[in-house]
């Protein structure tokens, strides 16, 4: 009986089998349905480990889904008030911290030399890196040194290296055990508009306004500190002009960022709530109570008003760090940077400005204030590859294409010939130079910090439309038109507060370098001048300063041609009029 049930069980499932091949060949293919949206959340708390196991791919999935990054939430603090930004930081194509877990990682394993899974100083101080001083590190070679070093990295003393311990060892700083840290930055609002060279040029008589005759003879003053004569004008040609040194504006910038009140604040569990209500009644009241009354209705501090008294308590302020922010900003580093933007800014209200994005910055006008956002890495791979470039240039005398031994010095480069030499063929070719200072630098690799800059120019930037970094011929002769875009009162004049201040923040890996100001007076122009290959040879040629148009100075040919040429008669040529009249020369 069992064997007929089985048989007609068999039967039955074969035909169920049968006839569903036979209608899935005549049904049409069926659509895949959309990959299902994940919705990330913006304020805590949060599951990480659910979203954890949201980034791990399943089987089935048309996608990967991209690993979660915990935001940096920041407030910065502008003229109109406070506004919220979160960051995400990613290196090497993982959320930030992941760098520093695998530093880590490759430490206790070098610290568990026998394998029995504890991971001991003694073992990781008998490790020839570590000993050598080849991450970075401070030597373990000499006993006292050796038994200085474990006393103040074992910091509970029970012999054993703790995933805690190693930051700071490897970094030998107390301040880089962070995968990411914040150095403190002082509110530069007013300051921006006080430091900056155009301003100070143009008001001659120092009253702290551009009244309507310094406007007038403003264009023809700055052609005067046209430096190289190539009809452009720079910011570093307005400071070289203004008998300022380089270093005097190195000095003042660093002195400048540690006084006066806190200009931003990141929000998270570690917030100092007392310093950062002092910062805002230091920056907005000098000092007096914060009235809400100051600012305008949309900006956030009137949504954390809890007893609606119009003036802001310490007790209120945590809720800031429950608030959506106003723009989301994403910072790539790492060499898996390139296949996407290193920097971009997304707006989360309707009313939120565009940014502007140009390279390794995002900027965006908040109509009293430009917000500027950079980032600069000078520890990526490509960086140590330049590094290693040209310490094989510098020290390769018989020009042999390797090192030897002889040839490298190791005081100035850090380089352990022994260590780098991985093969024992007692040559270092550049891929092993390049291996080596990646070793030296990996900590620093896995460290992002942020900071306030100064040496930007913030009346500059407001008459240089392109935002190019430089005043052109024809921005010159437009210069009084900008002037008049600014006069916001139509007083004919500029006064203080009609300048925007500029707040410009930079994300960094690599050594601190304070003010990275521009140390050459002509800057190429990159990407400004549009030509295509349909545009003249002769065009290209005469277009000496390349920055898209032919001035009357740049024409090689004679003054009729020059005004068949510029057929709108604004005094240029353009790339568009060359080719529209082709037959003139």
């Known amino acids: 009986m069992r064997a007929v049930l089985s048989s007609c069980v068999l039967f039955s499932l074969a035909m169920v089998v049968g006839g569903c091949n036979e209608r899935a060949a005549k049904a049409p293919p069926v659509k895949p349905p959309p990959p299902p949206v994940v919705v990330q959340p913006i304020v805590d708390p949060i599951d990480l480990i659910a979203l954890e196991e949201m980034a791990v791919p399943q089987a089935g999935l048309p996608f990967e889904l991209e690993p ?86 074992d910091t509970n003393r029970n012999g054993w290296v703790d995933r805690a311990e190693v930051p700071r ?84 910038g660093d002195r400048r960022r540690f006084f006066g009140g806190q200009g931003m604040f990141t929000l998270d569990d570690s917030t100092p709530w007392n310093d950062l209500l002092y910062a805002m009644q230091e920056n907005y009241e000098r000092g007096g109570q914060l009235q809400l009354d100051k600012f305008p209705s949309e900006n956030l501090l009137h949504t954390i008003d809890a007893d609606a008294d119009g003036v802001l308590s310490k007790e209120e302020l945590p809720k800031l760090a429950s608030l959506p922010p106003e723009y989301e900003l994403t910072i790539r580093f790492g060499d898996d940077a390139e296949k996407q933007p290193r920097i971009s800014m997304t707006p989360f209200r309707m009313t939120s400005a565009e940014p502007i994005t140009k390279s390794n910055e995002v900027s965006v006008n908040l109509g009293t204030d430009w917000l500027v956002f950079r980032m600069r890495d000078n520890v990526s791979s490509e960086f140590a590859l330049r590094q290693a470039e040209s310490l094989l240039q510098t020290y390769d005398g018989n020009q042999d294409g390797y090192l030897e031994e002889s040839e490298l010095p190791e005081q100035g480069t850090n380089i352990n010939f022994a260590m780098a030499d991985k093969d024992k063929d007692e040559k270092l070719y550049v891929e092993e130079i390049e291996a080596s200072l990646l070793q030296r630098n990996w900590v620093q690799r896995c460290h992002i910090r942020l900071q306030g800059i100064d040496g930007d120019d913030p009346l500059f930037r407001a008459v240089d439309p392109v935002r190019d970094g430089r ?31 500029l707040l410009v923040f930079e994300f960094f890996r690599g050594e601190q370098d304070d003010n990275q100001l521009v140390r050459s007076i002509y800057t190429p122009p990159g990407d400004a001048t549009e030509i295509n290959e349909l545009t003249p040879d002769w065009f290209s040629g005469m277009d000496y300063n390349g920055d898209g148009d032919i001035s009357i100075r740049e024409f090689l040919g004679t003054p009729d041609q020059f005004s068949k040429l510029d057929a709108d008669n604004d005094g240029f040529i353009t790339a568009a009029e060359a080719l529209s009249t082709p037959d003139v020369l």
């Open 68 to 153: 979660y990054v915990q935001p940096q939430r920041l407030i910065v603090f502008t003229s109109q008030g406070p506004i919220r930004v979160d960051v995400l930081l990613w290196i090497d194509d993982q959320p930030y911290d992941h760098a520093m877990e695998e530093l880590v990682d490759h430490v206790l394993k070098l610290a568990d030399a026998n394998g029995d899974g504890k991971a001991t100083w003694d073992e990781l101080a008998d490790q020839p890196e570590l000993r050598s001083g080849q991450f970075g590190n401070l030597s373990f070679e000499d006993p006292r040194q050796r038994k200085q070093n474990i006393d103040r990295y």
């Open 471 to 501: 005043l052109s011929a024809r921005e010159l002769k437009q210069l009084e038109k900008q002037f008049a875009s600014m006069d916001a009162d139509k007083s004919h004049s500029i006064e203080f507060d009609e300048i925007p201040s």
């Open 169 to 252: 060892m490897v970094s030998r700083s107390s301040a880089r055990t962070e995968a990411f840290s914040v150095r403190r930055t002082s509110y530069a609002v007013n300051r921006s508009r006080t430091d900056s060279p155009l301003r100070q040029m143009l008001d001659e008589n120092s009253d702290g306004v551009i009244d309507s005759e310094e406007i007038a003879t403003a264009a023809n003053r700055l052609r005067l500190r046209d430096l190289d004569d190539d009809e452009i004008v720079t910011p570093m040609e307005l400071i070289t002009a203004s008998g300022r040194s380089m270093t005097d504006m190195t000095r003042s």
